[in-house]
């Protein structure tokens, strides 16, 4: 059974926000941080909560820490010493593998978050602009009174028109293939594959490996806890647009290439069941748009090219080990909406997204690295993931077509990295905890 009263909301639950704010915050002194978590996870819902009360609240609060985090809070050596290397090291010291490199490098991030001072993450998501700007004023003045806590940046989170469904600013369909955890009663949709064991995204369950192992000490800091991948990504929409007119004549054309890049027309119809055009009745059916698999649907990549960002982040029956590689995404877009018919305005805008597993080297490194940034996945020789891979200008993508298939040379970065870090997300009760660490010492 999984103990939801103990698991903060974000891991099992989506709430109907609009919008939100992350503050990612430092603390100068042990007591000061702790002083602060004391009153924030007052705020903070475990799942059980949110499932109950869903429809009437109206802002929903996630606390998490990085490494350096949980020592400023007061956490002691041992403790701190189990944890996992990846996380000890911080996403920055993992650069290179995870292809922040040249301009995606973390010395070119913004709002602090390549420091060592990055301690916690408050996350914030609102039914609109009103509570979150109640829930800012209350925030202020909780830093305020706590002596030595800093906010060294804020980000504030839109949800981009239409609001009928989740989109990017790229105008692509989001949360459409997430995989369904055992014991949550959920039913998974035809395509989504068996619930996985608790263990893949929570820590003190068994996995698809079979019983937990090596968790952080003390148990009560590490059960139901988990590991956040956080990755702000800056989307180049008129770069993006600039590069469907010039790859396609008509609207037609432009659509499909955007499509072929993605894997899914932007209304989420997947081209394996929709190869020629575009089918929104499928793309909103949750119960037919993943309903489909590569290696006896489409095995050389003439529906859905071989290189494309759903084929890499979730290779379904092409992949050995799946089910120790599914992860949980969360998060918004940030920045106003860029209106389809005007020119590039250089207001930043992208999407602020939090990748949740229980190891981030087996699930979000491995993704970043094998998936999204090896040149040669599938024996492409000289790609990278078309949305979210490391591009610079020098890369290839080639769409299969019989009797020739299409070689675009040159492809350009659409999204840019401009910043990330990696967080514990504690459960409730480790909350309390490390609240009252210097009760505990």
């Not at 926000?17 to 603390?27: H, K, P, V």
């Not at 250089?346 to 597993?357: N, S």
Request: some cysteine; charged content about 25%; hydrophobic content about 35%.
């Amino acid at each position: 059974m999984l103990e939801n009263e103990d698991i903060q909301h974000i891991l099992l639950t989506r709430t109907p926000a609009l919008t939100g704010r992350y503050e990612f915050l430092s603390f100068r002194n042990a007591a000061g941080g702790r002083a602060w978590l004391s009153a924030i996870r007052e705020k903070a819902q475990s799942a059980a909560e949110v499932m109950a009360s869903v429809e009437k609240d109206k802002r929903w609060v996630t606390v998490a820490f990085t490494w350096n985090g949980l020592r400023a809070l007061g956490a002691d050596e041992g403790s701190l010493a189990t944890f996992p290397e990846e996380f000890k090291q911080g996403m920055v010291a993992r650069a290179e593998m995870l292809g922040d490199t040249g301009e995606y490098h973390p010395d070119n991030w913004v709002g602090g978050l390549a420091s060592p001072d990055l301690h916690a993450i408050a996350i914030l998501f609102a039914r609109d602009a009103a509570e979150r700007d109640r829930c800012q004023i209350e925030h202020d003045k909780l830093v305020a009174q706590c002596q030595g806590v800093e906010v060294l940046s804020t980000l504030d989170l839109e949800a981009t028109p239409p609001f009928e469904y989740a989109h990017d600013h790229f105008g692509y369909r989001d949360r459409l293939s997430q995989p369904v955890i055992e014991g949550t009663g959920e039913v998974p949709t035809p395509g989504t594959g068996a619930p996985l064991k608790p263990g893949e995204f929570i820590l003190g369950y068994p996995d698809e490996d079979g019983p937990p192992s090596n968790l952080p000490q003390p148990e009560i800091l590490s059960r139901n806890g988990s590991y956040m991948a956080y990755r702000r990504l800056q989307e180049h929409v008129g770069r993006f647009r600039d590069f469907l007119r010039e790859h396609g004549k008509t609207h037609e054309e432009q659509e499909l290439i955007a499509a072929k890049l993605m894997g899914r027309w932007r209304s989420g119809a997947p081209l394996t069941l929709a190869p020629e055009k575009d089918d929104p009745a499928l793309g909103a059916d949750l119960q037919r748009n993943n309903d489909f698999n590569y290696k006896e649907m489409d095995p050389h990549g003439y529906a859905v090219p071989l290189g494309s960002h759903m084929r890499r982040m979730n290779p379904r029956d092409t992949a050995a080990n799946i089910n120790r590689r599914r992860m949980i995404r969360r998060g918004a877009t940030y920045g106003p909406h860029l209106p389809e018919e005007t020119p590039e305005d250089g207001v930043e805008r992208g999407i602020a997204a939090f990748v949740i597993c229980a190891s981030l080297i087996r699930q979000f490194e491995f993704a970043q690295n094998v998936w999204a940034n090896d040149r040669n996945f599938h024996e492409l020789g000289n790609e990278r993931d078309p949305i979210i891979g490391a591009q610079d200008g020098t890369l290839e993508y080639k769409i299969p077509k019989r009797p020739i298939r299409k070689k675009i040379a040159g492809l350009p970065a659409f999204t840019t990295v401009r910043g990330g870090a990696y967080f514990f997300l504690p459960g409730i009760k480790a909350l309390r905890y490390l609240a009252t660490l210097d009760d505990v010492h």
